[in-house]
């Protein structure tokens, strides 16, 4: 381990509205959010070492989870237990697996990387992951005006592989055109496609007729990227035509339908069980779990420290933490509580790094996308103890 993972370099430059301006030019848009600064103008250095570790642990585990998903298709007590909706089962059986490595095209692993460089796995979000643009566009900004390497540099070459490969005809998000972070990270994407012909429309505005997805003015969509998570089909109205135009595969949609069993948090339960169990994986593969993800189980069974999420949720929504006694110490009340509508898993407690700004201190949480398959893209969050959606923005470079 290093003695120092991270360093804090640079502080906020006067021009604060002149640099916010310049990031709404290149597609970071939301730096200020409802008049509170979101975007925090510090650069954060990753220590190479850790960077190259962090590396290798995301491609490892991206794999890992690729191979329990595969596990998990087709088994409907799995799929149960894992948390997914009942109006996914269908398409998961009878649609096709993308090819290796490829069930999620769009996706980001969440660390807890600690002050001395210790990684271990909180979460991975393989199917609506936002952020990007904050990676793709702001960080590299960032790291060049500090002479610092960012290795962010190939994430719109990674869209522009994914998005061939889908040649979607719509790409969608709730309140299109009105809400900042998440139209804005849809139209970066579109934009970094290279692809003409992409429509951007509001899911809100989406209806089912009689298998057939349409847009407001009746236009068919047969292939629709959508910023939309699935796990909310079992919830909204709409949920069971949405599945029915799926299983008639009158619409293909990105990510797969597939990439919702490992956007929940109930396959890294799954995935320790058999790693305690020795089943399924490979030694090295085994190794890389017990070096890199936490234990994780459907119940709470610490005599430590732990964590309690919902298997599906965003934001910190519903996270409660518990302390070395297994007393509730914290609590996240700003995300959306996502608790009462699928089930908790139950994880040790990790270390984030803490960080020293201009504002205050602030853990660390590190976020490496993985598009078209492939690692590429550091996104830092610095908040409380939870990461939630109040916490900032903050570039991070390696050394």
Same mark, same amino acid.
């Given at each position: ?32 959010l409802?008049?509170?600064p ?7 250095v ?6 190259? *570790? ?39 059986d ?10 999620s095209r ?22 609506t992951?936002t ?7 702001a ?13 962010n540099?190939g994430?719109?070459?990674r869209?522009?592989e994914?998005?061939?490969a ?21 139209e970066l994407l ?16 989406l209806?089912v007729?009689?298998?057939?997805l ?5 236009? *068919? ?6 910023l939309?998570p ?23 949609l ?19 069980g ?12 085994? *190794?890389?779990i017990?070096r890199?993800?936490l ?15 919902p ?11 518990f302390?070395d006694s ?5 609590v ?14 139950y ?10 700004l201009?504002?205050?201190?602030y ?27 109040t ?9």
């Amino acid at each position: 381990m290093t003695q120092n993972a991270f360093e804090v370099i640079g502080s906020p430059h006067q021009d604060r509205a002149g640099r916010v301006r310049e990031l709404r030019e290149l597609g970071f848009g939301w730096a200020d959010l409802d008049e509170e600064p979101y975007w925090v103008d510090h650069l954060v250095v990753m220590d190479g070492g850790v960077y190259e *570790e962090l590396e290798q642990a995301s491609s490892k585990l991206w794999h890992i989870f690729d191979k329990a998903a595969r596990f998990v298709k087709g088994r409907r007590d799995l799929y149960e237990m894992i948390g997914i909706p009942q109006v996914l089962w269908e398409s998961l059986d009878t649609l096709p697996l993308e090819p290796e490595g490829l069930i999620s095209r769009y996706a980001r692993f969440d660390w807890a990387v600690s002050g001395t460089g210790e990684i271990k796995l909180l979460e991975l979000n393989s199917d609506t992951p936002t952020g990007y643009a904050e990676a793709a566009a702001a960080t590299p900004w960032m790291c060049e005006q500090y002479g610092i390497r960012s290795a962010n540099g190939g994430m719109a070459a990674r869209i522009r592989e994914a998005w061939s490969a889908w040649q979607p005809d719509a790409a969608a998000c709730v309140a299109f055109g009105s809400h900042q972070e998440d139209t804005g990270t849809v139209e970066l994407l579109m934009r970094h496609s290279g692809l003409s012909g992409v429509r951007g429309v509001d899911v809100l505005d989406l209806w089912v007729d009689d298998g057939v997805l349409k847009d407001k003015n009746g236009e *068919e969509i047969r292939r629709l990227f959508a910023l939309y998570p699935k796990e909310w089909m079992g919830i909204d109205d709409g949920g069971d035509a949405l599945a029915y135009a799926l299983e008639k595969e009158r619409l293909t949609l990105f990510n797969s339908p597939h990439a919702v069993i490992m956007q929940s948090k109930g396959l890294q339960a799954l995935i320790w069980g058999l790693y305690e169990l020795q089943l399924v994986f490979e030694p090295e593969e085994l *190794e890389t779990i017990g070096r890199h993800m936490l234990p994780t189980y459907n119940k709470a069974l610490f005599d430590g420290s732990f964590v309690s999420k919902p298997m599906f949720g965003r934001e910190g929504g519903a996270v409660s933490l518990f302390d070395d006694s297994g007393q509730l110490e914290h609590v996240d009340r700003d995300g959306y509580d996502t608790g009462r509508f699928f089930p908790m898993v139950y994880q040790k407690r990790a270390e984030l790094a803490k960080i020293q700004l201009e504002t205050g201190e602030y853990h660390l949480l590190t976020g490496m996308f993985v598009l078209n398959g492939v690692p590429c893209g550091l996104l830092g969050r610095a908040g409380g103890p939870i990461t939630g959606n109040t916490s900032h923005f903050v570039a991070i470079g390696v050394k």
